[in-house]
């Protein structure tokens, strides 16, 4: 029995399995299982993996079922003491095992570790590293709620955990890492590893985290089923936490599709907070174009641009 299972979703990944699986054999701890799930590619994804030989390299062929249900079938085969998932088109530290094993051995078994992690291929500088802070104090609940800063290949947990809360929701089409997380985090202690030691990779290739407003949408669903089976959480937290946690992140992924000039994006977020009543007087005056026809939410938009500000000709 490996001390690690790693289970890797590929859909049509054909160009990226070199990356991905490479950095999973150079890594400096070497008791691991790999377990690629081909989740009904139609690109050379099978005949990559056919090319692999390592013995620890297991290979699960079945129909597209998207990415939760081929983390969940990989899962399923899983025989490791701990369990990472990484995605068949992002990549790890040599030394990602050994330090998140370690951070386990010597803290907490039953724990999840979590580590830093950092974007790739994004322009603007928009590619620091990032260390998660330490979610575990009082305010652990609450911080949860808001989100968990780490990607789903930032961390490692017991195999057993991860299959007591049966894995993924695979009705959660987007957000289901967060989902996840919530689910095995909240009654565990949680261990940070401050080392970046987890990468992203941003290609471009219709990536979910591109559609920020189904990203919102599934976000709250995953705090509201949440909520709904920890009603002893929700009344610690009051309404009023509870509405900012829900609805505040959502405002923030709206303003980011706004400036970034991804208008329908921003138009479904702006108007789903609207209907909950959500965010003051200044964000309205912002929102509440959304619910104009988009060419006219454009003009306005272009007539704010051109208007000369002030102090200025």
């Known amino acids: 029995m490996p001390a690690i299972s790693v289970i890797m979703p590929c859909y049509n990944a054909a160009r990226f399995l070199p990356m991905s699986v490479g950095s999973v054999l ?7 299982e790999l377990i690629a799930v081909d989740d009904g590619s139609t690109d050379d994804t099978a ?17 597209n079922r998207g990415l939760p249900a081929s983390r969940n079938a990989g899962l399923e085969h899983a025989t490791g003491q701990f369990v990472a998932f990484l995605d068949a088109d992002d990549t790890w ?25 950092q974007n790739v291929g994004l322009a603007e500088g928009r590619g620091q590293p990032f260390v998660p802070p330490d979610y575990e104090t009082p305010d652990k609940p609450v911080n ?3 989100g968990c800063r780490w990607p789903v290949h930032a961390a490692m947990l017991p195999t057993g955990l991860a299959k007591a809360v049966r894995g993924f929701d695979e009705q959660q089409k987007a957000a289901e890492d967060f989902d996840f997380w919530l689910r095995t985090a909240i009654d565990v202690p949680l261990v940070r590893v401050a080392r970046v030691l987890a990468y992203y990779h941003h290609h471009g290739s219709g990536q979910m985290t591109r559609d920020r407003a189904k990203i919102a949408r599934y976000q ?8 709904a089976t920890h009603p002893e959480i929700r009344r610690q937290l009051g309404r009023q936490t509870v509405r900012h946690v829900l609805w505040g992140p959502v405002l923030r992924m709206g303003y980011e599709s706004y400036w970034q ?15 909950h009543g959500y965010g003051g007087l200044k964000d309205w005056l912002y929102m509440l174009p959304a619910w104009l026809p988009e060419s006219w939410h454009a003009g306005l ?3 704010r641009e051109d208007t000369p500000r002030e102090g200025t000709s």
Do not use: N
């Open 26 to 32: 150079a890594q400096t701890f070497s008791d691991w």
């Open 47 to 63: 005949e990559v993996l056919a090319t692999l030989p390592d013995p620890r390299i297991q290979i699960i062929r079945q129909r």
């Open 93 to 117: 530290h040599p030394e990602f095992m050994e330090a998140m094993v370690r951070a386990l051995e010597t803290t907490d078994r039953s724990a999840i570790a979590y580590c830093g992690w």
């Open 144 to 146: 949860l709620l808001k």
């Open 220 to 227: 709250v669903r995953a705090q509201q089923k949440f909520l």
């Open 261 to 275: 000039r991804d208008l329908p994006a921003a138009r479904r977020i702006f108007r789903e907070v609207m209907k």
């Open 301 to 303: 938009l272009r007539v």
